[in-house]
């Protein structure tokens, strides 16, 4: 994440022995089947997901091409083949879709420009994740281990009337593999490599009753070490490790009534994040964000003393029921509970002085139900209505402890004076702090200024503690219809809507953990007009055991305080799409998109600042879009593609401004683009792949007007290529290199210009960050997968990958908390990883 202090704030190995019991206790296993993939001799399987595979996108079974969206739909193979297990490997294949996982807990989704990956819980997300149908769009829960997966579908473009609330620009839906009535299975991988690598995964399926009751269990443990060393010891940052359980019982009990039921596990237990700055050199290292850090890795007393790192839990439950009434009529229900409990600390400033040790709390708990009924008899009209409900209840608690004697050093406007310098000790913060106040004192004690000074330096704490936390609590009903036309057999008409109503209450509340701010009462005594009141301020603070106002240095404190509210909304779309002949059609979509209002609370920042209340409006987009879809070559050749163009209103982002975060309506703003898939099979052993992305996401007035959306590359690239060759009776030999590459993008959406690059404070004009350089200039990253298969009597597979083949350095991020504070740090992104795995099935 980037920008603010606050935002950074959000932020924060071993293997089981339950999970190395079902992992290597189920025989060695491949991936599971996917659908409809070209069968030979020698390439059994295609690579690619732009076979013709079945997608649910629009609430029922159609064949992807068949589609009148811009969809990216991935089997299992895919996933499997490309050693796909983490979003931000998915994303690398998907064009119009970026995922930057700086951490587990705080991963941005980005689709076609537009981000989602606020931690608080009175925002609204733009982007819809789902998981088989249940939205998991709250960004501290949404990112799970991808594994024994059916397929993903990523859909791109407005999609609230078909995907809800959150669907701003986007969704993401994830189908886990349900229960095999039919017949048991087992499968398991086993992976190592660099960097304490080591992956394992395993499944079993076992049907219960023949036809009718099937249970499958599977589960996946992934570690990693960190790849940025901390010169104050400890785990390298950056490392992972994640583990995740599932068991799935599906029930049948005649051939029109079908239950299958879902329960997660996930849990995270992962190093802190490579905030490293950018300005002031570590002893003993190295100013790069490519070299070791120096962090600190916990504060005493400060979380109950707990090291840099995440630990996080998502717990689910889904119930899914289809009922066939008859071969005309289906009725659908989806059940799902959710619920997400992270800590997070990390060392925001980046460096090893102790000025800020921050954390993040985030808990949520969320219900939904929702009931569809869809028509289809093979007739002209087709379609779908249904009704949901859900309701979140979640909190963001976000601490900090700050040694008060560096924040007067860097508040002075002097600890920072020039781009990059050495990390000031104690007693320069403090001979700093002291040459600041006997500047600012001197006009009222004169002489006695300097005297004044040191005791007043020398009262400051090492050790404020203070947080502030935000409620949020939504009651969501949702109202939705869908009706399909056929006038001709190759022509299609659609038109959708969805009426949606929020009852909302948000909340916050700001609590001294340990007291006063001394810090914050000096500051504002300097910055009062009144010669009374800073004298009282003065006089207090250089009287031993004099009482003292209630004030803060970053978060003051605030009684809990709520607003409520209702909201409602419409939005919706209209498709339509001609088939040209049964291997070409084209379709035109006009969509309507609306992230709902937003009841914001923010505590005053600074002494002397209050509580904010907005009631943010409702950011809408409409969106303009042509595609097509082509098999041609006798079906070698397949082309997927979409131009579009969206209009943004009422835009929200966040900057900081004269210490205190706000939330700015950035107004309009404008994103064109074209998107392109193609699969080429020349050879019966060969198959070519690749994606292209174009989106020109800009805001269009105000102060960004012209500035690049933050996270959103103008250009991306995917190419790979699948060659086959056979080894007699010995087996198969596949090698799979794959590259990807995105243009520049910026970390923020101010995208670090100078002109709005301001003061911290209107008292400190020295203090501003001096430097354009959080933004990521164009990379590209090669990968190769070499993988040798058995023949069919022996199922199972040795395989060597390499991630990151070149070593390419690159950053995740840039700027952050200590942005906010003048001085941005940087998160770099994983270097080279070289592993061995084994797999088998039976």
């Given at each position: 994440?980037?920008?603010?202090?606050?935002?950074?704030?959000?932020?924060?190995?071993?293997?089981?022995?339950?999970?190395?019991?079902?992992?290597?206790?189920?025989?060695?296993?491949?991936?599971?089947?996917?659908?409809?993939?070209?069968?030979?001799?020698?390439?059994?399987?295609?690579?690619?997901?732009?076979?013709?595979?079945?997608?649910?996108?629009?609430?029922?079974?159609?064949?992807?091409?068949?589609?009148?969206?811009?969809?990216?739909?991935?089997?299992?193979?895919?996933?499997?083949?490309?050693?796909?297990?983490?979003?931000?490997?998915?994303?690398?294949?998907?064009?119009?879709?970026?995922?930057?996982?700086?951490?587990?807990?705080?991963?941005?989704?980005?689709?076609?420009?537009?981000?989602?990956?606020?931690?608080?819980?009175?925002?609204?997300?733009?982007?819809?994740?789902?998981?088989?149908?249940?939205?998991?769009?709250?960004?501290?829960?949404?990112?799970?281990?991808?594994?024994?997966?059916?397929?993903?579908?990523?859909?791109?473009?407005?999609?609230?009337?078909?995907?809800?609330?959150?669907?701003?620009?986007?969704?993401?839906?994830?189908?886990?593999?349900?229960?095999?009535?039919?017949?048991?299975?087992?499968?398991?991988?086993?992976?190592?490599?660099?960097?304490?690598?080591?992956?394992?995964?395993?499944?079993?399926?076992?049907?219960?009753?023949?036809?009718?009751?099937?249970?499958?269990?599977?589960?996946?443990?992934?570690?990693?070490?960190?790849?940025?060393?901390?010169?104050?010891?400890?785990?390298?940052?950056?490392?992972?490790?994640?583990?995740?359980?599932?068991?799935?019982?599906?029930?049948?009990?005649?051939?029109?009534?079908?239950?299958?039921?879902?329960?997660?596990?996930?849990?995270?237990?992962?190093?802190?994040?490579?905030?490293?700055?950018?300005?002031?050199?570590?002893?003993?290292?190295?100013?790069?964000?490519?070299?070791?850090?120096?962090?600190?890795?916990?504060?005493?007393?400060?979380?109950?003393?707990?090291?840099?790192?995440?630990?996080?839990?998502?717990?689910?439950?889904?119930?899914?029921?289809?009922?066939?009434?008859?071969?005309?009529?289906?009725?659908?229900?989806?059940?799902?509970?959710?619920?997400?409990?992270?800590?997070?600390?990390?060392?925001?400033?980046?460096?090893?002085?102790?000025?800020?040790?921050?954390?993040?709390?985030?808990?949520?708990?969320?219900?939904?139900?929702?009931?569809?009924?869809?028509?289809?008899?093979?007739?002209?009209?087709?379609?779908?209505?249904?009704?949901?409900?859900?309701?979140?209840?979640?909190?963001?608690?976000?601490?900090?402890?700050?040694?008060?004697?560096?924040?007067?050093?860097?508040l002075s406007g002097l600890l920072v004076t020039t781009p990059t310098r050495s990390t000031p000790s104690l007693a320069e913060a403090q001979a700093i702090g002291r040459g600041f106040l006997t500047a600012a004192l001197t006009p009222?004690?004169?002489?006695?200024?300097?005297?004044?000074?040191?005791?007043?330096?020398?009262?400051?704490?090492?050790?404020?503690?203070?947080?502030?936390?935000?409620?949020?609590?939504?009651?969501?009903?949702?109202?939705?219809?869908?009706?399909?036309?056929?006038?001709?057999?190759?022509?299609?008409?659609?038109?959708?809507?969805?009426?949606?109503?929020?009852?909302?209450?948000?909340?916050?509340?700001?609590?001294?953990?340990?007291?006063?701010?001394?810090?914050?009462?000096?500051?504002?005594?300097?910055?009062?007009?009144?010669?009374?009141?800073?004298?009282?301020?003065?006089?207090?603070?250089?009287?031993?055991?004099?009482?003292?106002?209630?004030?803060?240095?970053?978060?003051?404190?605030?009684?809990?305080?709520?607003?409520?509210?209702?909201?409602?909304?419409?939005?919706?779309?209209?498709?339509?799409?001609?088939?040209?002949?049964?291997?070409?059609?084209?379709?035109?979509?006009?969509?309507?998109?609306?992230?709902?209002?937003?009841?914001?609370?923010?505590?005053?920042?600074?002494?002397?600042?209050?509580?904010?209340?907005?009631?943010?409006?409702?950011?809408?987009?409409?969106?303009?879009?042509?595609?097509?879809?082509?098999?041609?070559?006798?079906?070698?050749?397949?082309?997927?593609?979409?131009?579009?163009?969206?209009?943004?209103?009422?835009?929200?982002?966040?900057?900081?401004?004269?210490?205190?975060?706000?939330?700015?309506?950035?107004?309009?703003?404008?994103?064109?683009?074209?998107?392109?898939?193609?699969?080429?099979?020349?050879?019966?052993?060969?198959?070519?792949?690749?994606?292209?992305?174009?989106?020109?996401?800009?805001?269009?007035?105000?102060?960004?007007?012209?500035?690049?959306?933050?996270?959103?590359?103008?250009?991306?690239?995917?190419?790979?290529?699948?060659?086959?060759?056979?080894?007699?009776?010995?087996?198969?030999?596949?090698?799979?290199?794959?590259?990807?590459?995105?243009?520049?993008?910026?970390?923020?959406?101010?995208?670090?210009?100078?002109?709005?690059?301001?003061?911290?404070?209107?008292?400190?004009?020295?203090?501003?960050?001096?430097?354009?350089?959080?933004?990521?200039?164009?990379?590209?990253?090669?990968?190769?997968?070499?993988?040798?298969?058995?023949?069919?009597?022996?199922?199972?597979?040795?395989?060597?990958?390499?991630?990151?083949?070149?070593?390419?350095?690159?950053?995740?991020?840039?700027?952050?908390?200590?942005?906010?504070?003048?001085?941005?740090?940087?998160?770099?992104?994983?270097?080279?990883?070289?592993?061995?795995?084994?797999?088998?099935?039976?």
């Amino acid at each position: 994440m980037s920008g603010s202090y606050l935002s950074a704030l959000m932020t924060r190995g071993g293997l089981s022995g339950g999970a190395l019991a079902l992992c290597l206790g189920m025989g060695w296993a491949g991936g599971a089947v996917a659908q409809d993939r070209p069968t030979s001799a020698l390439n059994p399987d295609s690579v690619t997901a732009l076979t013709d595979i079945v997608v649910t996108a629009q609430k029922r079974e159609q064949r992807l091409s068949e589609v009148p969206m811009a969809v990216t739909a991935y089997g299992s193979d895919f996933l499997q083949k490309l050693g796909v297990t983490k979003f931000d490997e998915l994303a690398a294949f998907t064009p119009g879709l970026t995922v930057q996982e700086q951490s587990a807990n705080n991963a941005g989704f980005v689709v076609r420009g537009v981000t989602t990956d606020s931690g608080s819980a009175q925002d609204e997300p733009r982007v819809a994740i789902f998981y088989d149908g249940v939205s998991a769009s709250r960004n501290r829960g949404a990112y799970m281990e991808l594994f024994d997966l059916d397929r993903v579908e990523v859909v791109k473009g407005p999609q609230a009337t078909l995907f809800g609330r959150a669907a701003l620009i986007g969704g993401i839906n994830v189908i886990q593999h349900k229960a095999d009535l039919g017949k048991a299975s087992a499968a398991a991988e086993l992976g190592v490599g660099g960097d304490g690598y080591y992956r394992a995964y395993g499944m079993a399926n076992l049907p219960l009753a023949t036809d009718t009751l099937a249970l499958r269990v599977a589960a996946t443990v992934r570690r990693r070490d960190g790849w940025v060393d901390n010169l104050e010891g400890g785990d390298p940052l950056q490392g992972a490790k994640a583990e995740a359980y599932r068991g799935v019982m599906t029930f049948r009990p005649n051939e029109t009534l079908r239950f299958d039921l879902l329960v997660n596990h996930h849990h995270d237990d992962n190093g802190g994040t490579a905030f490293k700055s950018g300005t002031f050199i570590p002893a003993g290292g190295e100013i790069s964000p490519y070299t070791p850090a120096r962090l600190n890795r916990s504060a005493a007393g400060f979380e109950g003393g707990a090291e840099m790192g995440l630990s996080r839990t998502v717990d689910t439950a889904t119930l899914l029921g289809e009922w066939r009434i008859n071969p005309g009529w289906t009725l659908s229900s989806i059940g799902g509970w959710r619920q997400f409990d992270s800590l997070e600390t990390n060392d925001p400033d980046g460096s090893s002085m102790p000025f800020i040790q921050g954390a993040e709390d985030a808990r949520g708990e969320q219900w939904s139900q929702e009931l569809r009924l869809r028509f289809d008899d093979g007739g002209p009209l087709s379609g779908f209505a249904g009704v949901s409900y859900m309701h979140e209840k979640g909190s963001q608690r976000l601490s900090a402890t700050y040694d008060e004697r560096y924040a007067l050093a860097l508040l002075s406007g002097l600890l920072v004076t020039t781009p990059t310098r050495s990390t000031p000790s104690l007693a320069e913060a403090q001979a700093i702090g002291r040459g600041f106040l006997t500047a600012a004192l001197t006009p009222g004690f004169g002489a006695a200024s300097s005297t004044v000074a040191s005791t007043l330096v020398s009262s400051l704490k090492s050790d404020h503690y203070e947080q502030s936390i935000n409620y949020g609590e939504t009651d969501s009903f949702d109202v939705y219809g869908d009706l399909t036309w056929k006038p001709i057999k190759a022509l299609e008409l659609t038109a959708g809507a969805r009426w949606t109503r929020d009852d909302k209450t948000s909340s916050v509340r700001g609590d001294l953990r340990n007291g006063t701010s001394r810090l914050g009462v000096l500051l504002a005594a300097l910055g009062s007009t009144s010669p009374a009141t800073q004298g009282a301020l003065l006089t207090a603070l250089l009287t031993p055991g004099a009482p003292l106002p209630a004030f803060g240095l970053f978060t003051q404190p605030q009684a809990l305080t709520s607003r409520s509210g209702d909201f409602d909304g419409v939005t919706y779309r209209l498709v339509g799409r001609y088939q040209f002949t049964s291997n070409v059609s084209a379709w035109a979509s006009f969509a309507h998109g609306r992230r709902p209002e937003v009841i914001s609370l923010t505590p005053g920042s600074l002494p002397g600042t209050t509580l904010t209340v907005k009631t943010l409006p409702a950011e809408e987009v409409d969106s303009f879009e042509l595609g097509a879809s082509a098999a041609l070559l006798n079906g070698r050749l397949r082309l997927n593609g979409s131009i579009y163009d969206y209009d943004y209103s009422n835009f929200q982002t966040q900057k900081f401004d004269s210490g205190k975060l706000v939330t700015i309506n950035a107004g309009k703003a404008k994103a064109p683009g074209a998107e392109l898939q193609a699969t080429w099979r020349p050879a019966e052993a060969l198959e070519l792949f690749g994606t292209y992305a174009y989106s020109h996401a800009r805001f269009s007035g105000g102060a960004y007007d012209g500035d690049q959306f933050r996270l959103a590359p103008d250009h991306s690239v995917s190419i790979g290529a699948a060659y086959s060759h056979a080894l007699g009776g010995l087996g198969v030999l596949r090698v799979l290199p794959t590259y990807t590459w995105r243009s520049k993008v910026f970390f923020d959406d101010a995208n670090d210009r100078r002109d709005l690059q301001l003061p911290l404070l209107p008292t400190a004009p020295m203090l501003r960050d001096r430097v354009v350089d959080e933004y990521q200039k164009a990379y590209g990253l090669l990968n190769l997968r070499v993988r040798f298969e058995a023949p069919a009597e022996g199922p199972w597979a040795v395989e060597v990958f390499a991630t990151n083949l070149l070593d390419k350095k690159y950053l995740l991020d840039a700027g952050n908390t200590g942005d906010s504070f003048t001085f941005p740090t940087f998160v770099r992104g994983a270097p080279r990883l070289v592993g061995v795995s084994l797999s088998g099935r039976f």
